[in-house]
């Protein structure tokens, strides 16, 4: 079993950028397909994005391509959002997540879940 951790949740204001970072422990944590969530107030957990364990592919929600990147660093276990241009619908809490395949992902069907961090983005 993989423990997902968060940080680098926060206030920003429109325009602004944040990166989120999600550390992953267990043997097996580098060969897990890596992602993120977020859910806003009042609403389901959506998809964010996502990246296959050897971070040689990617997959976006159509809301944040362009404006999020994601990347991951196999030797500290750790993936990370890079998110810019962030505008108040982008607030949310934030969860890591890891799976066995990237297409996974938009089917919500994952493995471990992190605990969530908040990003609140102010107009």
């Known amino acids: 079993q993989v423990k997902l951790v968060e940080s680098g949740g926060g206030l920003v204001q429109a325009g602004g950028s944040l990166r989120l970072s999600c550390a992953a422990s267990?043997?097996?944590?580098?060969?897990?397909?890596m992602g993120w969530f977020r859910q806003a107030p009042g609403k389901e957990r959506d998809f964010v994005a996502a990246?296959?364990?050897?971070?040689?592919?990617?997959d976006f929600a159509d809301s944040v391509k362009g404006r999020f990147t994601i990347s991951r660093d196999n030797a500290k276990n750790t993936v990370y959002l890079e998110m810019n241009s962030l505008q108040p619908e982008d607030t949310a809490v934030y969860y890591c997540?890891?799976?066995?395949?990237?297409?996974?992902?938009?089917?919500?069907?994952?493995?471990?879940w992190g605990q969530g961090t908040l990003v609140t983005v102010s107009s």
């Open positions: 997540a890891a799976g066995r395949f990237l297409s996974d992902f938009k089917k919500n069907k994952v493995d471990a």
């Open positions: 267990g043997r097996t944590a580098s060969v897990y397909a």
């Open positions: 990246i296959r364990w050897n971070g040689r592919a990617t």
